[in-house]
């Protein structure tokens, strides 16, 4: 009987000192579709939660997903503070996970993104007209097909999220698959190539929020600490390196086409 009580309370002490564990500003950066794996986006998410305990004063962790099963498992058994999220990600999850948007990114310095769609150069002039399977890397959920032709009847393409865009790109090229969906930066890479002289953008999305940074739940006065320390880090030498790690410029308020 004793025994049972004792390993009763143990167990309760483990998971209230696990809970107790848990940063006030730890964060999960969820980027379904971009390249890498979470052990190799480790070291930058360090030096993230290094920067930021420095500011903060208090002990910051952060983790990477860029599988959107891994990331949907995870948030499942941890509540993190906040997170750095994709566009699609948000539009879908928003409301499940209470995430409010606090700040936004700014990838190459641009305050919006655009999506593309390339196809072959002798393929359909119009989306109405593509048939087979389109590929993406925020391309993982139905959202995203709301998002890039914001409502409209955007044809009978199949699509598919994947890690590998630039890679896609080369098959569309060659006459294999139907076509591919670039973001902004995606497109900066290789827009002046010749390498892709055999494809065309048939299609351009309006103008899009980059990835939001979000807060879980309410914002509360830690909320606003977070995003006052964000948004002075373009400001602050010792961010730069860190900033080229995480591929943006630095950070603004909260896109107010989120709101």
């Given at each position: 009987m004793y025994r049972k009580v004792i390993a009763l309370v143990f167990v309760l002490l483990l998971g209230l000192s696990s809970a107790a564990s848990a940063g006030r500003f730890d964060f999960a950066i969820i980027q379904p579709g971009q390249p890498g794996t979470t052990a190799e986006a480790q070291p930058v998410m360090d030096e993230l939660g290094k920067y930021l305990s420095a500011r903060l004063g208090e002990k910051v962790q952060g983790v990477y997903y860029n599988d959107l099963n891994a990331a949907l498992e995870y948030l499942g058994k941890n509540k993190p503070a906040w997170s750095i999220c994709g566009l699609t990600f948000f539009k879908t999850y928003a409301d499940k996970f209470a995430m409010t948007p606090v700040a936004s990114t700014l990838p190459q310095g641009m305050e919006k993104d655009v999506w593309r769609m390339i196809v072959p150069a002798d393929g359909p002039g119009s989306p109405d007209a593509v048939q087979g399977r389109v590929y993406g890397s925020m391309l993982y959920t139905p959202q995203a097909m709301e998002i890039l032709f914001a409502g409209r009847e955007g044809g009978k393409f199949s699509m598919e999220g994947t890690h590998k865009a630039l890679r896609m790109l080369r098959k569309v090229n060659k006459g294999k698959i139907a076509g591919v969906v670039l973001d902004s930066v995606q497109y900066s890479v290789i827009k002046d190539s010749d390498r892709y002289s055999n494809t065309k953008v048939i299609y351009t999305s309006a103008q899009l929020p980059n990835s939001p940074v979000v807060?879980?739940?309410?914002?509360?006065?830690?909320?606003?600490?977070?995003?006052?320390?964000?948004?002075?880090?373009d400001k602050d030498p010792a961010a730069r390196?860190?900033?080229?790690?995480?591929?943006?410029?630095?950070?603004?308020?909260?896109?107010?086409d989120l709101r």
């Open positions: 807060w879980f739940d309410k914002t509360t006065d830690d909320a606003f600490r977070l995003q006052a320390v964000l948004l002075g880090m390196e860190l900033l080229k790690l995480l591929q943006t410029s630095g950070f603004n308020p909260a896109d107010k």
